[in-house]
């Protein structure tokens, strides 16, 4: 079956401005949480929803942001974008919250440049 | 969160064991312990889980000591294809929250 996919995978913005990125869950899954990867930082946890809602949030700022539709597509949103935002965002997706014995599906990211 | 502890990096030889070891201290009772790896220019993939007894899968090994605090995740005969980076991390529903810390992990440098 088809994995995560993530849209799009390379893109360059400059400084004040805003991106959306989007991720598809594999069908059937119902979570989708977003990390960002940074050389300096690893990889840290953003957020996470599901069935539409979020459910936990990491220690970001509040220009980073994400929803999810009723089809467990994803999308996350970063407003006035800084230098420090260049990274891979990467989803997961897995087939529900609290799953602790469940795998995280991981899309191939997308490769955010800020300028 | 609980978080973990990892070694920035390790060496191997091809085809011969490899130990990754991981430091958990505070975990909780219900956290599960999971491993996952990253080839260059990929996302992570599931490699390993496992709550308290010792694990085995097609892909490696993953043995948890008796106070849960650390773990060690085995490659039984290291390939140039297992170089990559290793997380450990913590996945649990304790309290409601599941926020999985995974850090830098350790990068695997296999010698041929």
């Known amino acids: 079956k088809a994995g995560v996919t993530q849209t799009p995978r390379y893109l360059i913005k400059t400084r004040g401005q805003q991106v959306t990125l989007s991720c598809s869950p594999i069908s059937g899954h119902r979570s989708v949480s977003w990390y960002q990867q940074t050389p300096g930082q690893g990889l840290q946890f953003l957020f996470e929803?599901?069935?539409?809602?979020?459910?936990n949030k990491g220690n970001f700022p509040g220009r980073f942001s994400g929803r999810q539709f009723s089809n467990s597509r994803s999308e996350m949103n970063v407003s006035t974008l800084e230098l420090g935002d260049s990274a891979l965002y990467l989803c997961?997706?897995?087939?529900?919250?609290?799953?602790?014995?469940?795998?995280?599906?991981f899309g191939e990211g997308s490769r955010l440049t800020v300028l | 969160d609980a978080k973990t502890t990892q070694p920035n990096s390790m060496e191997s030889n091809e085809e011969e064991p490899v130990h990754l070891p991981c430091n958990h201290s505070?975990?909780?009772?219900?956290?599960?312990i999971h491993w996952y790896r990253q080839l260059p220019s990929q996302g992570p993939e599931y490699v390993i889980h496992?709550?308290?007894s010792n694990v085995n899968n097609r892909m490696a090994s993953l043995a948890i000591a008796e106070d849960r605090k650390s773990s060690t995740l085995i490659l039984h005969r290291a390939t140039l294809r297992d170089a990559a980076v290793y997380y450990c991390?913590?996945?649990?529903?304790?309290?409601?929250?599941?926020?999985?810390?995974f850090g830098r992990g350790t990068s695997l440098i296999v010698h041929p």
């Open positions: 496992g709550l308290t």
């Open positions: 929803y599901f069935s539409e809602t979020q459910r």
């Open positions: 505070t975990i909780s009772g219900t956290d599960y």
């Open positions: 991390i913590l996945r649990g529903a304790s309290g409601g929250s599941y926020i999985p810390t």
């Open positions: 997961a997706s897995s087939l529900g919250p609290g799953d602790s014995t469940g795998e995280l599906f």
